[in-house]
């Protein structure tokens, strides 16, 4: 190879490191060297990394999932519908529909970090003769309720950001155990989102979060995947299967695809998949379901438990 090309090639794989810079290990076990205060971040999943990080106050110049102009590519605006006023102004840049980034967009933001899951761990030497790239876990079964948040907050030496975030919601929870408590015949809840089938929702989300701060604990189901390390948001069970179960509290969700959320949505896929279930099932019958949107509670963040606790504060306040 002559000797200009491979000066070429060895400048197009070099890894980049930051002028100023300090050494972390990721969750998959790699070694970075992240910038001691990056300004110019990139996410590779808005939802799970973006969201956590303008909870803390953070912005974020790019995301998967949106074009050149910030605008969304997908169906939902998870961060508007759990941000409210709270998220960002300006609008994260575009890098690529889901699955397909596009490396010349991503180069073109000049990012000082790159964050993505343990999910892009194939990718991640490619992306590093870009920016630094950090990977954290997301997976159920890896962490649970709102860690992401709290990792990243370590992460980005935001910890005082985090606390200032959790101390009004941890006072909410105070407030709430007590009558969470007395209103239900256990502490076991279900959490399910319905799609063309019924699926059992991971632990990963300020949802799951809110309920076991609030004393709750999931419905064992044997043979569930859903906890599994590393599985996705969601795992199906059968019909049959959900209409045997009685949790204390029964959480349900529509597809976060649908534009229709609410108790009318939800019961109208349910009565597709499993007819009569909510003449059979108990909780159905002695109202003790909590209807959640998904695009509000489902995000690793402290926002997403505190949209939960609103959402039980209300269910509290329809039983008297």
């Not at 604990?217 to 044997?222: F, S």
């Amino acid at each position: 190879m002559p000797l200009a090309r491979l000066l070429t090639f060895c400048l197009s794989i070099a890894i980049a490191v930051p002028a100023s810079a300090r050494p972390v290990t990721d969750d998959t076990g790699r070694s970075v060297n992240i910038p001691d205060t990056p300004r110019r971040i990139v996410v590779l999943h808005e939802p799970l990394l973006g969201i956590p990080l303008m909870d803390l106050g953070v912005e974020i110049i790019g995301a998967y999932g949106r074009g050149d102009a910030g605008e969304l590519l997908s169906a939902v605006d998870f961060t508007r519908a759990t941000l409210g006023d709270g998220a960002q102004s300006a609008l994260p840049r575009g890098i690529g529909p889901f699955g397909n980034i596009n490396i010349e967009r991503l180069r073109a933001l000049e990012p000082d970090l790159i964050i993505g899951t343990e999910y892009d761990a194939a990718q991640a030497d490619l992306l590093s003769t870009i920016a630094p790239v950090y990977l954290q876990n997301t997976g159920s079964g890896r962490v649970r309720g709102f860690e992401v948040e709290s990792d990243l907050a370590g992460l980005l030496k935001r910890e005082k950001a985090l606390e200032a975030r959790k101390a009004p919601y941890e006072a909410r929870v105070d407030t709430l155990t007590d009558e969470v408590t007395n209103a239900l015949p256990g502490n076991r809840f279900l959490a399910v989102i319905v799609h063309d089938q019924i699926n059992l929702v991971g632990n990963t989300s300020g949802m799951v979060q809110a309920l076991e701060d609030l004393g709750l604990k999931r419905e064992d189901i044997e043979g569930s995947v859903s906890n599994a390390p590393g599985s996705n948001f969601a795992a199906p069970i059968s019909a049959e299967l959900f209409m045997q179960l009685d949790p204390a509290l029964l959480v349900l969700m529509n597809s976060y695809m649908d534009t229709a959320q609410g108790e009318a949505a939800v019961r109208a896929r349910l009565d597709r998949i499993a007819p009569g279930w909510d003449r059979f099932m108990k909780p159905a019958r002695e109202g003790r379901i909590l209807y959640l949107d998904p695009a509000q509670v489902t995000s690793p963040t402290v926002a997403s438990a505190e949209h939960t606790l609103t959402a039980i504060s209300d269910w509290l306040s329809a039983q008297e």
